[in-house]
């Protein structure tokens, strides 16, 4: 989600940012947060279709905040206007413009995590990514990033695309809640879960999977005729999505 937030005080401003970020930590890590002074600076550098949402305040030192809530309604209609005032007397124009929300100070959190969510909700459905914690480190990773997962002990190692290897105290089959049951993902041995879109092959007992060394990882004797009929029907799938031709079975969200 892109976002942008307009005029009011300069601490004010920093406090709502920092509620926007502590809510994408947990929902949209991929989240944008773009802050200008006042509406000036938004019109002169704003194009059609650039936000998703726009927080604006009614303070402002260069135009009143229903002003620009007007003109970006004339500029970028797409975009959702939350407009911030002392009171509700401006919510008639501000509905006039199609504003996303009204809100009226002082803000709650949870007021502005209830925007956010209903703005997500409108968006087309972002790639799906778990939270977890390395070296004492908030982090996430999208599901398509991660290449395969390998038990060691109490840990786990994430091989991932854009992250490298990351070792985490988590239990396999906790990872496997975090993925929320995602299709794409399989347990080819006790302590060994891949990605069925990184796999380059499946031969000699082994998968072949795409990341950099071109790892190599056992698939149990119990479980390679189940991979094979998964990986074909998940190669199925994704053909008739690159066609847009419909699917008997159940798609995975990439």
């Not at 940012?17 to 809510?23: A, L």
């Not at 124009?93 to 100070?105: E, K, S, T």
């Not at 840990?155 to 105290?169: A, C, N, P, Q, V």
């Not at 396999?172 to 060994?192: A, P, S, T, W």
Request: hydrophobic share 35%; proline share 4%; with cysteine.
């Amino acid at each position: 989600m892109k976002i942008a937030v307009t005029g009011g005080t300069p601490e004010a401003a920093s406090a709502l940012r920092d509620v926007i970020e502590s809510w994408a930590s947990d929902n949209l890590p991929e989240t944008e947060i773009s802050m200008y002074r006042g509406g000036t600076q938004m019109l002169r550098q704003v194009t059609p279709g650039r936000y998703d949402l726009a927080f604006i305040s009614s303070i402002m030192s260069d135009m009143k905040g229903i002003e620009l809530v007007e003109r970006l309604w004339e500029k970028t209609p797409s975009t959702g206007c939350v407009f911030v005032s002392a009171d509700e007397s401006l919510m008639p124009r501000a509905l006039n413009c199609h504003a996303f929300d009204y809100l009226v100070r002082p803000l709650r959190e949870e007021q502005i995590f209830q925007v956010l969510g209903d703005m997500q909700e409108r968006l087309p459905q972002a790639a799906p990514f778990f939270c977890y914690t390395c070296d004492r480190r908030a982090c996430h990773m999208m599901f398509h990033d991660l290449i395969y997962a390998r038990s060691d002990g109490h840990y786990i190692e994430l091989h991932s695309r854009s992250e490298g290897t990351h070792r985490i105290r988590m239990s396999m089959k906790e990872l496997q809640e975090r993925l929320r049951g995602d299709e794409r993902f399989f347990l080819i041995n006790k302590g060994i879960l891949v990605n069925m879109g990184h796999i380059l092959s499946v031969y000699g007992g082994f998968c072949l999977m795409d990341d950099a060394r071109r790892s190599l990882l056992p698939i149990s004797v119990r479980r390679g005729a189940r991979l094979k009929e998964q990986l074909h029907q998940y190669i199925y799938q994704s053909l008739c999505r690159e066609r847009g031709d419909e699917s008997p079975g159940r798609t995975v969200d990439f």
